[in-house]
């Protein structure tokens, strides 16, 4: 649902039904990283209500396509932080296999699996 | 870092403060699991009251994957593609010392449900198949996945009840699909939580016996002692990991001036612990594909 003046398209609220932080502040943050943005921001009106307004200024673009570009872009940064974290838990299985394979007792400490985007 | 069956740590660099935020929301809240959640009782004749009970056992974690079911709606009938259900009955003999009820007594009925629906109809055909409280089309044994495992709680020494000598507990339990948002029970993790790397940054160089009171004061050993020759020594951070940031390090006169502590702000050190339905790695790509599909979401909505 989309509240904004009918002659300005780069500014307009957005009310989303049935979400809450946790995209909010996701999508909110993705639409900081893009340069077309001037004010971005998202508020709920009453915790008791599953719903979302989250404003959007732009620097002329309108704001409906800015929006959907950030969504596109977390959903892009979750599959690259999918393929990383599958990655990540196949390589330190792998190791942790290798080390068990070794029938020595050598003490094995932990290994540093870390991702980097 | 470590992945066990049960909980796992790992570290997520150069992701941002709310994106991890939703991932940690969504594992708590939005993973769906499998929990019971209607208890048709038919005898309880034990101290535990009815609702109690019921209670008790909707909070037994139940080693399914939840994937492999549907949500059950309110028009939805019971059918093995929504719902697993459990059968309790323990008696104790008069006579016999006092028994304690564990969740390995909770046994999977894969036929659907035994108990019989009263009908009022007196016209029904007294030859057709009893109705019961679940309309299963086929047997559960026979999907693939459950023939090797069978359904059973993850934990086979919960404590459900106590009976004395005399009573019993005879009762259906039916598990369905639900996310934590509704009810805790339906959370998949134990808990699972993130914080970030903490940064000790050394201003000054710190030698002799201000680097010997520096290495005394950290509880869990952060600093180390390394020589420089000449018989100077010198502190140095060596794991900044086990920095718990309990400050006892820069109390004191003048610390604050020699020790920073601070934390690194894209670096998140995350720990999951799995309740036992999933392993906690496929929970947190459960997790990420549950973001990726919020936001499809939001997208269709507003195209």
Same mark, same amino acid.
């Given at each position: 649902m989309e509240h904004g003046s009918f002659t300005d398209n780069s500014a307009a609220t957005f009310s989303l039904t049935d979400e809450d932080h946790t995209i909010a502040n996701a999508v909110r943050f993705t639409l900081n990283q893009d340069p077309r943005v001037t004010f971005c921001g998202y508020s709920i009106p009453h915790p008791s209500e599953a719903r979302v307004n989250i404003r959007v200024q732009t620097t002329g673009d309108p704001a409906r396509e800015v929006l959907k570009d950030a969504c596109q872009n977390l959903m892009l940064m979750c599959r690259h932080v999918r393929c990383t974290f599958d990655k990540a838990v196949e390589d330190f299985k792998a190791s942790n296999a290798v080390k068990a394979m070794k029938i020595d007792s050598q003490d094995s400490s932990g290994d540093d699996s870390e991702e980097s985007e | 870092v470590r992945l066990n069956e049960d909980d796992m740590? @790992? =570290?997520?660099i150069g992701i941002d403060a709310a994106i991890a935020n939703s991932f940690r929301r969504i594992l708590i809240a939005e993973l769906p699991t499998m929990a019971i959640e209607k208890v048709l009782i038919a005898n309880n004749t034990s101290i535990i009251q009815d609702e109690v009970l019921a209670h008790r056992l909707g909070l037994v974690p139940i080693r399914v994957d939840p994937?492999?079911? =549907?949500?059950?709606?309110?028009? =939805?009938?019971?059918?093995?593609?929504?719902?697993?259900? @459990?059968? +309790?009955?323990?008696?104790? %003999?008069?006579?016999?010392?006092? /028994?304690?009820?564990?969740?390995?007594? +909770? %046994?999977? +009925?894969?036929?659907? &449900?035994?108990?019989?629906?009263?009908?009022?109809?007196?016209? &029904?055909?007294?030859? &057709?198949?009893?109705?019961?409280?679940?309309?299963?089309?086929?047997?559960?044994?026979? /999907?693939?996945?459950?023939?090797?495992?069978? /359904?059973?709680?993850?934990?086979?020494?919960?404590?459900v009840a106590k009976l004395g000598p005399g009573q019993e507990i005879e009762l259906e339990a039916h598990a369905v699909k639900g996310i934590g948002k509704t009810h805790a029970k339906w959370s998949p993790v134990a808990t699972a939580w993130y914080r970030m790397l903490p940064e000790v940054v050394l201003l000054e160089d710190i030698e002799d016996d201000l680097a010997e009171e520096l290495k005394s004061k950290c509880p869990v050993n952060v600093f180390d002692i390394e020589d420089l020759g000449k018989g100077r020594r010198r502190a140095t951070v060596a794991r900044p990991r086990a920095c718990t940031l309990c400050r006892e390090c820069i109390r004191g006169d003048d610390w604050e001036k020699r020790v920073a502590l601070r934390r690194v702000k894209d670096h998140f050190i995350f720990t999951i612990e799995s309740t036992g339905a999933l392993p906690p790695e496929v929970l947190f790509t459960e997790a990420v594909k549950i973001l990726e599909d919020k936001c499809e979401r939001v997208i269709t909505e507003l195209s």
């Amino acid at each position: 649902m989309e509240h904004g003046s009918f002659t300005d398209n780069s500014a307009a609220t957005f009310s989303l039904t049935d979400e809450d932080h946790t995209i909010a502040n996701a999508v909110r943050f993705t639409l900081n990283q893009d340069p077309r943005v001037t004010f971005c921001g998202y508020s709920i009106p009453h915790p008791s209500e599953a719903r979302v307004n989250i404003r959007v200024q732009t620097t002329g673009d309108p704001a409906r396509e800015v929006l959907k570009d950030a969504c596109q872009n977390l959903m892009l940064m979750c599959r690259h932080v999918r393929c990383t974290f599958d990655k990540a838990v196949e390589d330190f299985k792998a190791s942790n296999a290798v080390k068990a394979m070794k029938i020595d007792s050598q003490d094995s400490s932990g290994d540093d699996s870390e991702e980097s985007e | 870092v470590r992945l066990n069956e049960d909980d796992m740590e @790992f =570290d997520m660099i150069g992701i941002d403060a709310a994106i991890a935020n939703s991932f940690r929301r969504i594992l708590i809240a939005e993973l769906p699991t499998m929990a019971i959640e209607k208890v048709l009782i038919a005898n309880n004749t034990s101290i535990i009251q009815d609702e109690v009970l019921a209670h008790r056992l909707g909070l037994v974690p139940i080693r399914v994957d939840p994937r492999l079911f =549907d949500y059950l709606s309110e028009n =939805d009938q019971p059918n093995e593609k929504n719902t697993v259900v @459990f059968k +309790l009955h323990v008696q104790c %003999k008069r006579g016999s010392p006092r /028994i304690t009820v564990k969740s390995d007594a +909770l %046994k999977w +009925l894969p036929n659907g &449900s035994e108990l019989v629906k009263e009908t009022r109809n007196a016209t &029904s055909d007294s030859s &057709s198949k009893p109705e019961t409280y679940t309309y299963f089309g086929c047997s559960q044994e026979t /999907i693939p996945e459950f023939v090797k495992n069978p /359904i059973i709680p993850k934990y086979p020494d919960i404590i459900v009840a106590k009976l004395g000598p005399g009573q019993e507990i005879e009762l259906e339990a039916h598990a369905v699909k639900g996310i934590g948002k509704t009810h805790a029970k339906w959370s998949p993790v134990a808990t699972a939580w993130y914080r970030m790397l903490p940064e000790v940054v050394l201003l000054e160089d710190i030698e002799d016996d201000l680097a010997e009171e520096l290495k005394s004061k950290c509880p869990v050993n952060v600093f180390d002692i390394e020589d420089l020759g000449k018989g100077r020594r010198r502190a140095t951070v060596a794991r900044p990991r086990a920095c718990t940031l309990c400050r006892e390090c820069i109390r004191g006169d003048d610390w604050e001036k020699r020790v920073a502590l601070r934390r690194v702000k894209d670096h998140f050190i995350f720990t999951i612990e799995s309740t036992g339905a999933l392993p906690p790695e496929v929970l947190f790509t459960e997790a990420v594909k549950i973001l990726e599909d919020k936001c499809e979401r939001v997208i269709t909505e507003l195209s």
